[in-house]
């Protein structure tokens, strides 16, 4: 089955710097890549997706990259906000699916 | 606007005990809803899914089990609690059809002692 393997267990970034977040998974029929967002004690809620029709996709301050010979995406936020702490969970799934494979987590410090 | 209800907020039980936990989805018919496990610290692993009324399958063999009586609403249970049981339970919810976005609930946090 699908694994989806997170690079970065933690990553620390001065406030107003760049982070980047790298995913890798096997699974050449994933079709689907969100990324969620975990803060301390709390729910996760969704913050960007790709599908496997495009390479890039941003939303203000977010983009996702998606490189599909690689079988890797990746999530780039930039001028961090210390809001942005939080753990940020990769994920995909394959097209039509119901199972969605969560990478192990990226807990993202960013400090004032 | 959907809303997501998970109950309880938070367990604590004892080994062997019975469990329930409830998820309700309000404001969306006939969502897609999954069940979550997310040990302390850690990854999500899928437990469930269900995508009509009466129909769920399983992802994981975890000794629990889950129910879809309405459309919206999901159970997991289990009859013998295990001290691995433990951590957050997570349900949620996507519009009809594969590959969307998850809307999750603000979870259970379960203490199995």
């Known amino acids: 089955g699908e694994k989806v393997e997170q690079h970065e267990s933690t990553l620390s970034v001065r406030e107003g710097d760049s982070a980047v977040i790298n995913c890798t998974y096997t699974?050449?029929?994933?079709?689907?890549f969100p990324w969620y967002k975990q803060e301390a004690g709390k729910s996760l809620h969704f913050v960007i997706d790709?599908?496997?029709?495009?390479d890039r996709k941003q939303s203000q301050r977010l983009t996702v990259l998606l490189d599909k010979k690689a079988k890797r995406f990746s999530l780039h936020i930039t001028a961090t906000q210390p809001e942005d702490s939080a753990i940020y969970f990769c994920?995909?799934?394959?097209?039509?699916?119901?199972?969605?494979?969560f990478g192990s987590g990226t807990r993202l410090l960013v400090s004032p | 606007a959907q809303t997501i209800h998970q109950w309880p907020v938070a367990e604590i039980k004892a080994v062997g005990s019975p469990l329930s936990l409830g998820c309700t989805i309000k404001?969306?018919?006939?969502?897609?809803l999954y069940w979550y496990w997310q040990a302390t610290g850690g990854t999500l692993q899928q437990l469930f899914y269900s995508i009509t009324v009466g129909q769920v399958e399983s992802v994981v063999q975890l000794n629990l089990s889950a129910s879809r009586p309405k459309d919206d609403q999901f159970i997991l249970s289990t009859e013998k609690l295990l001290l691995s049981h433990s951590g957050f339970y997570l349900c949620?919810?996507?519009?009809?059809?594969?590959?969307?976005?998850?809307?999750f609930g603000h979870g259970t946090k379960l203490s199995v002692l």
């Open positions: 699974d050449t029929a994933s079709s689907y």
């Open positions: 404001g969306k018919s006939s969502p897609n």
């Open positions: 994920a995909a799934s394959i097209t039509g699916g119901y199972k969605v494979v």
């Open positions: 949620a919810w996507s519009p009809t059809g594969g590959n969307e976005r998850l809307f």
């Open positions: 790709i599908r496997s029709n495009v």
